[in-house]
T-cell receptor, first 116, second 110 residues
């Protein structure tokens, strides 16, 4: 069965520090994709970063990077130089070939609070 | 380019009423999906479509119907609303995997 696990219900970090949000996944498909979305208090889902299972390098998008460890089946999100606006819920999600392009499986999320 | 739009933003229904949640996208994406988000949980897939005229069930399809007559529109119908359908509903569209979400519809069923 395909599953996403986010073990940190809540995290806090001081402004300007880096923070890592954990995500582990379970799939038997050889080809899959991993996503991170941000959900601020306003409720919208904002795409942050994507990592393909065959990508050789870890994905980066500005202050966001994805620490992809395939053997451990982990895809942790690293936010560098945290800002107050980073306070939000963060969801890890997975898409696999057998599931089809439309089928994203989400974790329960991690609530991040950035303190000044 | 409006992206993915959803209407209404908020709706209150009585048990047994029916309604349609609207979703439209202007990015010419083939794939569209509906998810629901319950408190303390991630999003769960209700129904999805890989193109006009083609729909399929997701993880939690019971109580919902969809149709896809055009590429742009993907409405979600609640046939007979139940309190268990109180949730936030998100529509999403994609072309090659990355899904872009609408702003959501908050539904309360009394």
């Amino acid at each position: 069965a395909q599953k996403i696990t986010q073990t940190q219900p809540g995290m806090f970090v001081q402004e300007k520090e880096a923070v890592t949000l954990d995500c582990t996944y379970d799939t038997s498909d050889p080809s899959y994709g991993l996503f991170w979305y941000k959900q601020p208090s306003s409720g919208e889902m904002i795409f942050l970063i994507y990592q393909g299972s065959y990508d050789q390098q870890n994905a980066t998008e500005g202050r966001y990077s994805l620490n992809f460890q395939k053997a451990r089946k982990s895809a942790n999100l690293v936010i560098s130089a945290s800002q107050l606006g980073d306070s939000a819920m963060y969801f890890c999600a997975m898409r696999s070939i057998s599931g089809g392009y439309n089928k994203l499986i989400f974790g329960a999320g991690t609530r991040l609070a950035v303190h000044p | 380019n409006a992206g993915v739009t959803q209407t209404p933003k908020f709706q209150v229904l009585k048990t047994g009423q029916s309604m349609t949640l609207q979703c439209a996208q202007d990015m010419n994406h083939e794939y569209m999906s509906w998810y629901r988000q319950d408190p303390g949980m991630g999003l769960r897939l209700i129904h999805y479509s890989v193109g006009a005229g083609i729909t399929d069930q997701g993880e939690v399809p019971n109580g919902y119907n969809v149709s896809r007559s055009t590429t742009e529109d993907f409405p979600l119908r609640l046939l007979s609303a139940a309190p268990s359908q109180t949730s936030v509903y998100f529509c999403a569209s994609s072309r090659e995997g990355t899904q872009y979400f609408g702003p959501g519809t908050r539904l309360l069923v009394l």
